[in-house]
């Protein structure tokens, strides 16, 4: 009777292992009895981090996010590798005897030093790195689809300044509260102006191509409640190209010419992709460089169609 006592005591639960995996990757393994082995898929699983900032602050290419995702999925996989190993090693453990370090108290330090230091590295990633940001509207439309989420490359413009072509995540020149993503098509010394609905850098008229229908299949949308029409272009402007969306009634709300302006230093212009439904600089002119929060690099979530997702162009 004392033994099965004893034994029913030390039985190592399955739904406390996985919970405690949950919480902290390996701290599973240390419930099970296995120190070592909780301690190195730990390490394996916040590696991630400090290698991410380190690429962070060596480069600024936009090759980097497919290898921040595919580092953060790595991650992900060592969780799940975790968690079911210590499902497995608790309902193999039987009677287990207790070791020095099986007590709330050692795990609870545990969780407070390495999900601290995982949490100052989260941060700073947030901060200097990566920041994702929901896209609630049309304005770029057909590149960016209401509600995609998106990563912008806050790192992007520590060496070089921002180009014509860039997609930017900005601070809304109304609302320091809101940020805007628009397409820079202009840049300082440019000038630009826009003319029967063509859109003209230093006085050259940007070339458009027409693209079929079935470039926006499967990304359709409505706006208020009505479906979006429109034609879809390639417009190309000095060695960049991107889409461009021109929307038909009763969504051309922002049809007209722009006068001649010279973009000023230290500023950008920029439009929204979806050029007759877009707040842009035709609004609020020129934006200063030091508003620009990040380069949209990346579609993570995409809100339609995983096709959307990967590499923003």
């Not at 940001?133 to 806050?154: G, H």
């Amino acid at each position: 009777m004392d033994e099965q006592v004893v034994q029913n005591r030390y039985k190592r639960r399955i739904w406390a292992a996985v919970l405690m995996s949950l919480i902290m990757p390996g701290l599973g393994q240390v419930y099970c009895g296995r120190l070592k082995r909780g301690l190195v898929l730990n390490f394996l699983n916040i590696l991630p981090l400090p290698i991410i900032i380190v690429l962070f602050s060596l480069s600024n290419s936009p090759a980097l996010m497919q290898i921040v995702i595919a580092l953060i999925l790595a991650g992900g996989m060592v969780q799940l590798t975790a968690i079911i190993d210590s499902a497995f090693l608790a309902k193999c453990a039987g009677g287990y005897q207790l070791k020095d370090y099986n007590s709330p108290v050692v795990y609870a330090l545990l969780v407070l030093v390495v999900t601290g230091g995982s949490i100052g590295s989260a941060l700073y990633i947030r901060d200097q790195g990566l920041e994702a940001f929901r896209v609630p509207t049309a304005s770029c439309y057909p590149t960016i689809v209401p509600n995609d989420r998106i990563l912008a490359n806050k790192n992007a413009y520590n060496r070089t300044d921002p180009k014509r072509g860039d997609l930017v995540v900005h601070i809304c020149p109304f609302n320091r509260h809101w940020n805007y993503i628009k397409r820079i098509v202009a840049v300082a010394g440019d000038t630009v102006e826009i003319k029967d609905g063509r859109l003209y850098v230093n006085s050259q008229k940007l070339v458009r191509r027409k693209l079929p229908e079935s470039t926006l299949e499967n990304i359709r949308i409505t706006v208020e409640e009505k479906p979006l029409e429109g034609e879809v272009f390639e417009e190309t402007n000095g060695n960049v190209k991107y889409n461009i969306f021109l929307a038909e009634p009763p969504h051309d709300k922002t049809t007209g010419d722009f006068e001649k302006l010279t973009v000023p230093e230290h500023h950008c212009f920029v439009l929204g992709d979806n050029r007759n439904l877009s707040r842009d600089s035709r609004d609020f002119g020129p934006i200063p460089l030091a508003t620009i929060r990040g380069r949209a690099d990346h579609i993570y979530w995409p809100a339609m169609n995983w096709s959307h997702f990967g590499k923003i162009e």
